[in-house]
């Protein structure tokens, strides 16, 4: 199979059900970034912590699947989609990781380790996601699932942020007004 075919050179791409639509459409802008986030999120990986690394693995695969759900505009009951489970598995996550770290008392800037401040990059890419999966889901009816997913996942990633830079010895800094 070759890696390039041609298709795309008058600035369209085929959705899962093979319609042709432009690049620039809010569709593929939702699931482009998706992508963006999930090839972040590789950057990443491996941290110095297996644990981490493991659901890291997790929430690729997880963005795998919100990808493919948003390029099918008419999925079928087959079809991987984001479910409320892989919701819920993000906010187990977060609450096993908030109760190793202090309570946040301020807003906190976006820093720390090498690891740390890549995953609080991350956050940032992933609430862009989502908010393209919002405007996705104000033209198109969509998976509800995926949207609330990635809601909840930039919290996981502020969460994981702020558990690599306190392993690490990083302390978090608190911006100035």
């Known amino acids: 199979m070759s890696i390039y075919t041609g298709r795309g ?17 809010t569709r593929i802008e939702a699931y482009g970034t998706v992508d963006e986030l999930n090839a972040l999120i590789g950057t990443v990986r491996p941290t ?4 981490v690394n493991e659901r890291l693995a997790e929430i690729q695969n997880h963005l795998h699947v919100v990808q493919a759900d948003f390029a099918n505009p008419d ?24 109760e190793e770290l202090e ?5 906190i800037l976006p820093t720390g380790s090498e690891h740390g401040a890549a995953l609080h990059h991350a956050r940032t890419v992933c609430r862009r996601a989502e908010r393209r999966a919002v ?20 919290d996981g990633l502020f969460t994981v942020a702020r558990v690599v830079n306190a392993r690490d010895g990083v302390p978090e800094d608190a911006p100035e007004y």
Do not use: C
């Open 103 to 107: 309570p946040l008392t301020s807003f």
């Open 9 to 25: 050179d008058e600035g369209e791409t085929d959705l899962r059900d093979m319609t042709r639509v432009s690049k620039a459409s």
């Open 135 to 154: 405007a996705l889901a104000s033209e198109e009816e969509i998976n509800e699932d995926a949207v609330q997913y990635l809601n909840r996942l930039s």
């Open 48 to 51: 110095d912590y297996d644990d």
């Open 75 to 98: 999925p079928d009951e087959d079809d991987p989609e984001i479910r409320t489970d892989h919701v819920e598995t993000v906010e187990d996550w977060i609450d096993e990781y908030d």
